[in-house]
Each structure stands twice: as C-alpha cells, then as structure tokens.
C-alpha cells in the first residue's frame, strides 16, 4: 500500500513541492539548501529573512481519521485505498508492558498513524499538506519536511516580517489545526531573524495560542542549528559534541583492530560530523571551523593507530589511510552536487541549483553562499551532462518486459543452456562490449541457423574515464532489443498463431542482474530503455529471453561480437545515452585522492614515513595495520613514523641529553633493525623470515619504493612485517604496551 501511494502521489504530482519527508528522492539537505538559498537571495537585496518552526504536538499519534480521510479523498486517492487507509487505523488495541508486568489489552479511541509503520511517512504527508504548501519565491516560503515544518517571510524590516506572520501566517496555521484536530505547541515554536543587521536582531515578538514566542539567536532546523548571522558556529559545536559522543562510545569498545576502529569511525563518526555540510561548509574560505572539526580527527587516528601524540595529523591521516578533514568535506559536497545535479528538471531543488550556479560567478558580495563556493570546485559543463536519474518508483503492477532473464548458472551449464537456446530460439543475438586504448565500444551480431552473421551494429560508447564495462555491456543490450525488433519486422511471419522466441545472450552477468533488478540508481535511463524496447517487442507476439553465455569460450557469436565491439572501440559517442553518476563519482573521487596526495608531498611533516614509503598515501597501509592487536600497531607505528622509545627521538624532544645507543653508536630506527651488534643474536631470525627484504629498511617496514602501479605482494610484506614486529619486541627498545 506505502509502494502504491507513493508512485500515485509522485506520478500525479499529489504532494505539495515543499513536503521533502517520506518521499523518494528526496531529503533534509535539500530542504535546508532550498531555504539557505532564499536567505541568500534575501541577503543579496539587504533584506531580513524571518523564521517560524512549528512544532506539532503527537505528530503521527494526532492524526485524525477523518481529517486524513477528508485530505485523501480532496486528492481523488482511491476508494479501495481510503477503506483500507480507515481500517489500518481503527480497532487499535495497546498493552503496556515492564519487565515481567503487564497492562490489560484496550482499545485506544484515537490510534492516529503507527510509528515504524513504512505507510505512516506518505499518510501524513497527505495529511499535512494543506498546511505546507505555500509558494516559494522572493517573498517567502515553507519547508516541510514530515511533521517539521518551517515557514520564512522576506522584508526590508523585522518588524515588517512579523506584522505579516502574525496576520497571514499564524491565523492560517491555527485554521489548519482546528479543521485537522491537530494541535501546536506554542513553548515549543522557534522564532529567528536571520540578518546580520545587529539592530533588526531579536526584535519583537509573536502571540501564538495566546502565548507570546520571542525571537531567539539560534535555531535548530532539521538538525542543523541556524544561528542570525550564519556563521555556524553553533552548529560546527553542536556537530563536534555529537561526534565526540559516538567516539567515546566506540572508544569503549575494547580490543578493536586498527581497521574496525577504522571502519566504524568512517561509518558512525564522520556521517555525524558532516551531516548537511553543503548548507555550513563553504570548502574554500572556512578555516576555523575546519581547525575544531579536525581535533575530533586527530584524536580518533592516535587511537586507531595507537601513535605517539607528537606524530602530526597528516602523517596519521597517510598511515590510516583516512582523508583529512577539508578534503573529506569538499569529496562529500561534490558527491551531494553531482548527485543533486541527476534529479529531473522539474524538481524544487533545481531553482537553487540554478541560481546557485549563477552565483557561483559574482565576486564581491560580503556574505558567501556555501553551495555555490562548493560549485566553484566543479566543472559545471561536466555537471550539466550527467544522466538524468528519476527518484519516481516504477508502478508497482507493470507487466515483466522478458519472458525470462537467465544468469544464474555455472559456466558449464550456462554454455549447454545456450546451445540450447540458440537451436530453440528464431532468432538469436548476441551482444558485447569491450575496450581498447581508453575507449569502449558495443556490439550486436546476429546469426542465422548456419552460423552465419545476418545483421550487426557497432556502437561506439565513449572515453573509458566517463564510461564504465558495464554501461557498454548494457547500451549493447538495448540495440540487441532493437536487432530483435528490426529483424522480426523484416522476416515473413512463417509461424502460424504461435508466438516467435527470440534471444538474446550476452556474456555480462552484472548487466542481466542490473536489467532484471531495476532500481532507480545510476544508469536508470539505460536499463528503462532496454524494458520499454523489450516491452514494445514482447507487444508484437515475441517471447524474449536473456541469456548469460560465459566470455571466452569459442562461442562463434559472441566471438563475432567480441571482435566487433573491440573495433567499435574508438574516439567518438554513437548513442543517444548520457554519462553515469557512477562513473562521475569515481572521478571525484581520483581527483579527491590526487589532490591528497600533492597535499602530502607538498608538506613537510612525516620525514621518517616519507623516507621508508615513498607512494604514500595507498590503500595498503589499512591492510598493514589491518588486524594487529593494538600493542603491536603501537610497534609499528614507532618503527615507521620515526616517533618512538629510541634516544634519537628522545633526543630530538629533549627528553635525554644524548641519543645514543648502548653500544655507542647513534641509536636510530634502521641501527636497531639492521646495524647494532648487541642484538645480533636475535637478527638472525629475522634475517631468515625477511629474506631479501632485509637488504632493506623500507621494505622490512612495508614501505613500497616501487611505482604506483607496480602492486607489491601483500603476503610476503605482511610476513616481513610480522618478523620485524616480532624482531622488534625482542629487542626490547620499544615499549610494546600501548599507553
Ligand atoms: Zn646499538
């Protein structure tokens, strides 16, 4: 029933455009960029931007079944739905239980929506709409986002917003309230002038329900606290307290590995911290904030990696393997732009979009815009040829376009399946695609029962850094749908009431699993044009099957095609199908991974590290620390950040006068492993495990001097590291107890 209303209310556009809860497509970031926007437009003509959050009192325990009702049926839902809908919510029965006590089942008079219910969400955003639609314009606006709903008004004056709320606003709200039985909390309504205009600050008041409700400096809307002035101060604090929270949470959990510890500080710790950063973060002038959002970083990475306190951040960062702060930030902002940036045209995100990339070019204004300087970091040509991705579920009825999808097989069973197909089907055609020298291409080969080739079509796909394999094996699955279609056209009908069989096979398992499994994410036009060909083929009396057919395996069709699509494999774009979000994403990424790494040549911390590993930062490092307990990470990271218990280091800290070793020599990281004689005896064995690493330091410590490309072996570093570890416990000039 959730399924069926919501592609009924999508669909028919039922929802009012400022309702950003429950829906698909749809968040709180975007209904606070909405309203960052407006405050931006008023800001820009010097006017005062005046706000109300309304706080409902039960949400959806308050709802009326009548009232919903009335709403469902003012936006012709169906009568079938509206009696299921009133059903859902009578005969409510409750029980309260507590430990081994517990209540006589009643009956509850009012049940109003079920929370945890996946219906509740839709259900109220019916019945609140009347309430929430309100235009979005120069004037003003409203943003609602479930049962949070805020409403702004724009003026030269506080005082001008406020006279406009009390006689407009607040009669229309509490109207709604008496006609819906809903009710207001006054105590807990928010009211905030957002100016930076000291004198129009805190001025005035409203009387709501005969309370009065005065203006406040801050705001918390949808979790991120609006202060007057936007300087996010409040909220950088609120977002940092909440973090350490969850830190010190995991921080209790004893015994993690460096790489858990790492996982769940990257799954629990940092969504916290950057939660909405597109509305607060402007990535290319905050300075302080950043400052205070990275003490939550530092502290983290000392304890994930069990490290001096004196090694400095970015060296930690490289080791772990974590992006520092302002990179993490400005990946995560050009993530949510290219993804806002693949929403329908019509959709009321995109008037700020719009704007914010006009705005994106004008200098000089005094206040900044978070989401057009984060613009500014992209390349909006690139931006505006991503593909087009339609939250819209599909309906929830549609017939299956193919008569049968089939992939699941091994490879020797899916070749006989094949044969098979092939002697059984009228018409069989494969498809596949390839690529050469940083292009791809697809192809389709047809052929008839001697083998021959009938009919192809080469497609040429695109440069590999704006196109993936899998696309290309799609797109080559959409003209092998219309090969179908255009042979049948061409053939004489020589079945006699009969349905022809066609099929199609293609050597691309996660192809057939994305055309089977169609969900609204990247490549969605693509795989909805295959099922609507497929459809109109099915529609002309043909059954049409897909069919896996292992790669590489002197099958003469998909050889053909192999060969085919290698060809089409050049400069050039044949297809009407525009570049993936996916493959954009992968391209922020690199680009994030690259500036990262000039940031760590550029700067001067981290000598020692530098030294014995000179293609840092790599995705190796987690792998070295991966599963070590956390006495020997604290080895480790002694050994290779060169922040340890030997005298050099003490030396250099002024914690000792000398920094030598016992046997006189200067007592440095590569004189213990490789050098001192007193612990000769001991090195032998690890002269026997590190083998030629030994000639060494760099490799006995993991590092890697080889090029980027050139992939170390894992298994022999690991065991060279593990010997070393051992070596270094051994020879007892590091404490191996983490502090
Ligand atoms: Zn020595």
Redesign the pocket.
Known sequence: MARRLSYLAEKHGLLPDTQFGGRPGRTTEQALLVLSNAIDRAWYTHKVVTLVAFDLKGAFNGVNKVSLDACLRARRIPTTARKWIASFMSDRHASIGFDDFRTETTPLANAGLAQGSPLSPILFAFFNSDLVDQPVNAHGGASAFIDDYFRWRVGHSAEENLTKIQSEDIPRIEAWARRTGSCFAAEKTELIHITRKRREQLQGQVVMNGKTVEPSPTAKLLGVVFDQELRWKEHVQQAIKRAIKVSIALGGLRHLRPEQMRQLYQACVTPVMDYASTVWHDPLRDKTHLRHLNTVQRTTLIRILSAFRTVATTTLEVEAHILPTHLRLRHRAQNTIASLHTLPRDHPIWDTLRRAQKRRNNIGSYARFPLAEALKTMNLERLGEVETIDPRPLPPWRAESFTDIEFGSDRETAREQADMVRSTSAIVVYSDASGREGHLGAAVVALDNNLEVIESQQVQVGPMDRWSVHVAELIGIFYAVSTVFKISHQRPRTEHNGTTTATILCDSKSALQAIENPRNKSGQRIIHAILQAAAEVQAKGIALRLQWIPGHCDDPGNDAADRLAKDAASPGKTHPFRPLLTRKRALIRDKIRAQWEREWKASTNGGHLRKIDSTLPATYTRKLYGNLPRGRAYLLTQLRTGHNWLSTYAKTFGFRDNDQ?????Q?TVT??LV?????REIRRELRREAGDAFNDVSSLLGGSTEGRRGKPDIVSRARTVKAVLDFAEASQRFKSRAP
């Open positions: 070793c016992v046997c006189g020599a007592e004189h213990v050098d001192c004689p007193n612990l």
